[in-house]
């Protein structure tokens, strides 16, 4: 298998049987979108030398997909179909191509010596430097926090429009509490199930909300945000740790 590997740099939709080893950094809830009018898994995956591509996967193989894919496991992927993709605001990895994952697609796990690393996968954006980046449209904001608060849920009209947004108080160790709106497409799966375990104060990994001011500066989701819970890495451990120190110095 090794002597077949490409990095994700040579992927391109005439490449004919590709194999990558990645491991999986990403991963979505399964949703459902109006405009594509079927439920979708979004994916994101790294090769050793960073390099990042997308895949998603639709209807029938979403269940087997979601449990053979595991966050931070390593994979041989291969003979998966690869599109280019047109529309910069959809493209989540570092080059512009998509890999569409079947129940066929060759997807074999790793083990051993050839299990890429985990460690450095992701460049944490401070709360603190929001506020330099609301003008930057270039920007890829990635957060790590711990859920403090959830708000009730709200309805708002926009122009003939009905949109609900859940929103959640965040903190890391720079005690700078900051507003997170998950709004309508994520509201039933990212919002519900957030809003059910806020009471456990998870930490949430949030890769690519956009700044929005709509209560002063906060952060909020768009088509290409994914969330993820309680990641088994050392930066959400060492927040998990901070934050259990400060609620156990508060008052009894």
Request: some cysteine; hydrophobic content about 45%; aromatic content about 10%.
């Amino acid at each position: 298998m090794e002597e077949n590997i490409i990095s994700v740099s040579q992927l391109n939709v005439g490449v004919q049987s590709w194999v990558v080893r990645v491991v999986l950094i990403e991963k979505s809830f399964v949703r459902g979108s109006v405009n594509m009018g079927r439920h979708y898994q979004r994916y994101v995956f790294a090769d050793q030398l960073g390099d990042r591509v997308q895949a998603i996967a639709y209807f029938a193989d979403l269940n087997v997909l979601d449990e053979i894919l595991q966050l931070f496991s390593t994979y041989y992927i291969g003979n998966g179909i690869v599109r280019r993709l047109m529309d910069d605001s959809i493209m989540l990895g570092s080059v512009s191509f998509e890999v569409t994952l079947t129940q066929h697609t060759l997807i074999e796990r790793v083990h051993g010596l050839v299990q890429l690393p985990t460690d450095n996968l992701y460049n944490f954006t401070r709360f603190g430097h929001l506020q330099s980046l609301r003008h930057s449209r270039d920007a890829i904001i990635t957060i790590l926090g711990v859920v403090i608060k959830v708000f009730p849920l709200h309805v708002f009209l926009f122009g003939s429009r009905y949109m609900r947004v859940q929103e959640f108080l965040l903190m890391n160790e720079e005690m700078m509490p900051v507003v997170f709106a998950i709004w309508e497409e994520f509201v039933d799966t990212d919002g519900a199930h957030l809003a059910q375990i806020a009471h456990e104060h998870p930490i949430v990994l949030i890769c690519r909300p956009k700044i929005s001011h709509f209560h002063g500066l906060s952060l909020a989701t768009e088509r290409r945000t994914i969330i993820m819970y309680d990641v088994a890495i050392r930066e959400a451990d060492e927040l998990r740790s901070w934050y259990e120190g400060l609620a156990g110095d508060g008052p009894n």
